[in-house]
């Protein structure tokens, strides 16, 4: 059996927080919510680093370190390239919200799920 203890409450966001993830190296966490906005936070320090405010509302997300696939509530997929803090290319992906993304270990392949009850399978390639 495990043992928790909390180590920090921390208010980043000014509305429901949907999805928090480690990067990679566990250095950073991203976040993103109802409120609009994914964000980055120094994992060792809580001190924000990035924060951005999108068009829609934010529900889940996958990351490698620089490059974020956030799923929305309106369906679509937002590719952010977080090192630059520079959207890259908004998806329509499902016809409901995208309730869950998913990256492969190699990076090559995105899975998402949908309230339109679906799981889409898309390749990433480099241009």
Known sequence: MH???LLGHHQFH???VYDVQFSPDGQKVVSCGNDRTLKIIDSQTATLLFSTETKEDLRCLSWDGCIAI???KS???LVWDLFKGELLQTLPAHSGTVSCVSISGDGDILITGG???HALVW???DD
């Open 3 to 5: 043992t928790f203890s």
């Open 14 to 16: 000014i509305g429901v």
């Open 70 to 72: 956030v799923g929305s």
């Open 75 to 77: 369906g679509n997929l």
């Open 115 to 117: 309230e339109d009850l």
């Open 123 to 125: 390749r990433i390639q």
